[in-house]
């Protein structure tokens, strides 16, 4: 039997957001485009997230290319921590914590959704929110369109980078019960 790749797992709906009070919790959410190789490792590490047993406080989320509709996610959350592509010249697989204040702050973008990923940061401080939002960058070299693979260095910095995220997690629920 070939070993094929698992199709997206659906890990929220819209009353996501209206289930419980999320102050105490973190949301981590996962951007990119799941159709553009390693553009898309923020939705690839959310989909392995989902797989895991995860600490109560974490909510996990597939933002995709999602830009403005991601918007209520900074009303129901004080603490969101973005995983993103970027192409910076580092080796691919290079894991980098970023803590943006501005939409200025994200890494160059890689795609069209980056633009509209700043745009939502602007209007998140435009609306008075003032969420605490860091950012997990994973180095990529290229993009291949249509297609859902990974690159294998991009692939093998998948769990390391989630064990960032869930020691970060574990800290911020410490600073913020």
Request: net charge negative; proline share 6%; glycine share 8%.
């Amino acid at each position: 039997m070939a070993n094929l790749a698992r199709p997206p797992v659906a890990v929220s709906s819209d009353a996501f957001f209206f289930e419980k009070d999320k102050t105490s919790s973190i949301l981590i959410l996962g951007v990119g485009n799941y159709l553009m190789g390693d553009e898309g490792v923020g939705v690839h590490l959310i989909q392995e997230m989902a797989r895991r047993t995860l600490p109560d406080y974490v909510d996990i989320l597939d933002g995709g290319t999602g830009g403005f509709l991601l918007l209520n996610c900074f009303e129901a959350y004080r603490t969101v921590i973005f995983v993103d592509a970027t192409m910076d010249g580092k080796e691919a697989g290079t894991i980098n914590l970023i803590r943006p204040k501005f939409a200025s702050d994200f890494p160059t973008a890689l795609s069209v959704h980056d633009v509209g990923l700043k745009d939502m940061i602007e209007a998140v401080y435009l609306t008075n929110l003032h969420p605490d939002i860091h950012l997990f960058t994973i180095s990529v070299e290229e993009i291949t369109p249509m297609t859902v693979a990974l690159s294998p260095k991009v692939a093998a910095a998948i769990p390391s980078a989630i064990d960032q995220i869930l020691d970060l997690s574990g800290k911020l629920t410490t600073v913020h019960p």
